[in-house]
């Protein structure tokens, strides 16, 4: 989460939440699969006009965009005013900084071209936490919108990124329910160990399975897994089992 303590708890919430999106200012549905009746109010800003709402002396409000939206954060004016520890995001866009947490003068930027399909969905989350919890104010004309207030080529390209991310998150999801990761520790005296039990990585099931390397084409490494089913495992060659450990062991110590 950044370090953004105070928007931590409110994100979580958000996330196990409907993620059903309004993107302003279109009728948007890739959240949800529905198109939304409601449409916005609409002010265009460019990048000097938003820069007038940094919550300074003679400001005149405090806004912050992300993703081209602008959105009045005034209500946070602890976190986002002068003295608050937010108030390098106000009155600009530097959505590429909710996912580096690089809050360096060139850090705190609009060009998101730099993140992955699932770095774009995290970011489209944050996008949908402002727009949960502060009021839309209008866009900013530039990276991801037209002076006319119509999307840019850079913005349809990351929203692209963020349909190919959904379908990741989807698939990355499934495999983490049919090979929940499993428990490890390690101590100078005794080494390494992993382990499956009945809740591991965060998965919950009715069976403890045996733990397996699994590997990913064009990855460099593998992660511990527990595996339901040892005979089946042996079908798969992504999973391996661990050098010394018998074939169901629930618990295996890492050989070096």
């Excluded at 993703?67 to 608050?84: A, E, R, S, T, W």
């Excluded at 106000?90 to 998101?112: P, R």
């Excluded at 527990?226 to 074939?247: M, R």
């Amino acid at each position: 989460c950044l370090g953004f303590d105070i928007l931590c708890s409110a994100l979580v919430a958000m996330l196990s939440a409907s993620l059903a999106v309004l993107f302003f200012p279109r009728q948007w549905s890739l959240y949800s699969g529905s198109k939304s009746t409601q449409e916005l109010p609409r002010r265009l800003l460019n990048s000097q006009e938003l820069s007038l709402y940094d919550g300074e002396v003679g400001s005149k409000g405090i806004y912050l965009a992300i993703l081209g939206q602008v959105f009045d954060v005034h209500n946070g004016i602890k976190h986002y005013g002068p003295g608050g520890a937010y108030h390098f995001m106000a009155g600009k866009d530097a959505s590429l900084a909710f996912i580096t947490g690089d809050f360096t003068e060139s850090g705190l930027t609009d060009d998101v071209s730099s993140l992955s399909p699932l770095q774009v969905v995290a970011l489209f989350d944050w996008l949908l936490f402002y727009q949960r919890t502060y009021q839309t104010v209008g866009l900013v004309i530039g990276r991801f919108y037209s002076k006319s207030g119509t999307p840019t080529k850079f913005l349809l390209h990351v929203e692209s990124l963020l349909a190919k991310g959904q379908q990741l998150k989807a698939k990355t999801e499934g495999e983490m329910l049919r090979f929940p990761a499993c428990n490890s520790e390690w101590s100078s005296a005794r080494g390494g160990r992993v382990w499956c039990s009945t809740k591991s990585g965060g998965v919950e099931r009715s069976w403890t399975g045996v733990p397996r390397k699994l590997f990913h084409a064009g990855a460099s490494g593998s992660r511990c897994v527990c595996v339901e089913d040892p005979s089946a495992a042996k079908e798969n060659p992504n999973l391996q089992e661990y050098d010394g450990c018998s074939t169901h062991a629930v618990s295996c110590s890492l050989v070096e």
